[in-house]
């Protein structure tokens, strides 16, 4: 079975320990936690009791946990996502992640996902690249054995698969540098059909995000509001050996995330089970199932 996390981001009204509460008591098996400053601020005082703490309750709820750093005003009041990777002041996001691994080693947590940034129009974009590879370089350093989730996002420098694999190779290939996949991002802005961007990169897959997108557009949309056909994204990822959290990514519906976070796992698990019925009957016709197609 693929085990299904949600996002803390999307409880952003909501105490963490409330919102780990809700998570666990509909069945969630796992979390996505965004470090903010309502959610284990990691420059707040005391934050070795407070790690603790939630690594208590995350046990006794029995969730996994990944690390995700894009809270929008944590580093910065009046810049969203600021300082990034690009910036000048770029020092403030190294330290930042580092912290973000620190925090993610004492609770356990099976990745740290990052993203590159949007590059600053003062800043060339040769030397965008330049500060991407060293920030990213540093952070590896810092990592240890703490698998590195890097996500391609929308609008960002590296947007793309292609982007990662470009920053990959730039790094020497890192074993600990893996892939952060958005689905939703998939079908916003790759060329090839969903499943086929999960098989393309299974081996390298550390974190999952998992949402509803339409093509060209980047908007979070709950399952069914989209245009991806998630069974055969499921199949891909099931027959691809992803053993990793699957985490909702539902950021902008924090205001009804109780209800949000019901409704999605239902419509996951009606999707897992469509994802298995297509297993079934491509053997039941002697043939293996593909990972092309369904509208993704």
């Not at 910065?76 to 600021?82: E, F, L, S, T």
């Not at 590296?158 to 991002?185: C, N, Q, S, Y």
């Amino acid at each position: 079975m693929i085990r299904f996390g949600y996002g803390t981001n999307g409880f952003a009204n909501h105490r963490l320990t409330d919102a780990l509460d809700v998570i666990a008591d509909l069945g969630y098996t796992g979390v996505a936690l965004t470090l903010d400053h309502h959610h284990l601020d990691p420059f707040a005082p005391g934050l070795a009791r407070r790690v603790a703490e939630v690594a208590d309750r995350l046990r006794t709820l029995n969730l996994a946990v990944v690390i995700e750093t894009g809270a929008r005003y944590l580093l910065d009041p009046r810049r969203k996502h600021a300082p990034t990777l690009l910036d000048d002041d770029r020092a403030t996001r190294v330290d930042f992640l580092r912290r973000a691994v620190t925090v993610g080693a004492d609770l356990g947590a099976e990745a740290v996902s990052f993203w590159s940034g949007v590059r600053p129009a003062h800043v060339p974009p040769g030397e965008a690249w330049r500060r991407l590879v060293s920030g990213c370089a540093q952070v590896l350093e810092h990592a240890g054995g703490m698998p590195l989730g890097f996500e391609p996002e929308p609008g960002m420098l590296v947007d793309t698969i292609a982007g990662w694999r470009r920053l990959r190779k730039a790094l020497g290939e890192p074993e600990g540098f893996g892939l952060t996949l958005d689905i939703g991002h998939c079908r916003c802005n790759e060329p090839d059909p969903v499943p086929g961007c999960v098989t393309a990169v299974a081996e390298h897959l550390v974190n999952v995000q998992i949402d509803d997108m339409r093509r060209g557009t980047h908007e979070h949309l709950e399952f069914g509001e989209g245009e991806i056909d998630f069974p055969p994204v499921l199949r891909a990822l099931s027959a691809s050996g992803y053993r990793g959290l699957v985490a909702v990514e539902l950021p902008r519906h924090a205001h009804a995330a109780p209800d949000v976070a019901a409704r999605s796992l239902a419509f996951l698990r009606r999707a897992e089970e469509a994802a298995r019925r297509l297993v079934r009957t491509g053997e039941s016709e002697g043939r293996a199932p593909t990972t092309e197609g369904g509208g993704a």
